[in-house]
């Protein structure tokens, strides 16, 4: 069990988040991003795993010269 950092009083589970990120004009926010998300204020942690794909997400959007893009993490 992992104690929050935040709040100190939830402990991390396995859930998902909807994660927002930004890079230059593009924005893109990702739904269903597999987290280990806290019972208390919902603060999220990201495995190195999924963090690697959302950058390669918004590099693609970037590439796409997309302003906003929305989409649902595929793993
Ligand atoms: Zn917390």
Redesign the pocket.
Same mark, same amino acid.
């Given at each position: 069990m992992i104690s %929050?950092v935040? !709040?100190k009083?939830?402990i991390y589970k396995d859930g998902s988040t909807t994660v927002t990120l930004e890079r230059e004009s593009t924005i893109i926010v990702v739904k269903a991003v597999p987290a280990m998300v %806290?019972t208390? !204020?919902?603060?999220y942690i990201l495995s190195e795993e999924v963090t690697e794909y959302l950058m390669k997400l918004l590099d693609q959007a970037v590439l796409h010269g997309a302003a906003f893009e929305m989409l649902n993490y595929a793993a």
């Open positions: %929050c935040i !709040c009083e939830g %806290c208390n !204020c919902g603060k």
